[in-house]
T-cell receptor, first 112, second 115 residues
Framework: EDQVTQSPEALRLQEGESSSLNCSYTVSGLRGLFWYRQDPGKGPEFLFTLYSAGEEKEKERLKATLTKKESFLHITAPKPEDSATYLCAVRRSNFGNEKLTFGTGTRLTIIP | DAGVIQSPRHEVTEMGQEVTLRCKPISGHDYLFWYRQTMMRGLELLIYFNNNVPIDDSGMPEDRFSAKMPNASFSTLKIQPSEPRDSAVYFC?????????????FGDGTRLSIL
């Protein structure tokens, strides 16, 4: 069974204080690892897809990296508008499978 | 472009009543997904469709839950009879079929409270 564990559960940072969120996964053949952002009262919003170990993707203050066992979401010099819950999900590689398994998320708060 | 549209946004009803949640996927998307989100268990996939056909319903908790997709523009998730433990936020998502890893795009959910 696929498993995704995110840590920490919650993180409070001062504005400008860089940090990283962790996503550890167990999956039989990774086809893709996805990062989403979720604001209160909203649905998850897609950020990145990573396919293979060593891959990195960036968007504004966010950079996602991938190894064979985990992914990190690095946030550099965050601003209050980066406050949200960040979700990680994996998709297995078997043909025709579109199922995502999600972690429970990291709730990030950026204090002005 | 319009995103995934869900209705109602909020639903409060009494135990035993039938509940119907509705979803309009993004036009042209081949896949439609229903999820449930709770504090304890996070986001869980209930069922998904490809070209209106159910592919995997292994996440549907029990026979009280049913989902249909009569056409490419509309899907429903029904709970009958509803129970307090069904209280959660239900999300619908859609995605395109493609050779790459197409992301799922989510609606803003229906917050369901069963009293």
């Amino acid at each position: 069974e696929d498993q995704v564990t995110q840590s920490p559960e919650a993180l409070r940072l001062q504005e400008g204080e860089s940090s990283s969120l962790n996503c550890s996964y167990t999956v039989s053949g990774l086809r893709g690892l996805f990062w989403y952002r979720q604001d209160p009262g909203k649905g998850p919003e897609f950020l990145f897809t990573l396919y293979s170990a060593g891959e990195e993707k960036e968007k504004e203050r966010l950079k996602a990296t991938l190894t064979k066992k985990e992914s990190f979401l690095h946030i550099t010099a965050p601003k209050p508008e980066d406050s949200a819950t960040y979700l990680c999900a994996v998709r297995r590689s078997n043909f025709g499978n579109e199922k995502l398994t999600f972690g429970t998320g990291t709730r990030l708060t950026i204090i002005p | 472009d319009a995103g995934v549209i869900q209705s109602p946004r909020h639903e409060v009803t009494e135990m035993g009543q039938e509940v119907t949640l509705r979803c309009k996927p993004i036009s042209g998307h081949d896949y439609l997904f229903w999820y449930r989100q709770t504090m304890m268990r996070g986001l869980e996939l209930l069922i998904y469709f490809n070209n209106n056909v159910p592919i995997d319903d292994s996440g549907m908790p029990e026979d009280r839950f049913s989902a249909k997709m009569p056409n490419a523009s509309f899907s429903t998730l029904k709970i009958q009879p509803s129970e307090p433990r069904d209280s959660a936020v239900y999300f619908c998502a859609s995605s395109l079929y493609g050779s790459g890893n197409q992301p799922q795009h989510f609606g803003d959910g229906t917050r369901l409270s069963i009293l």
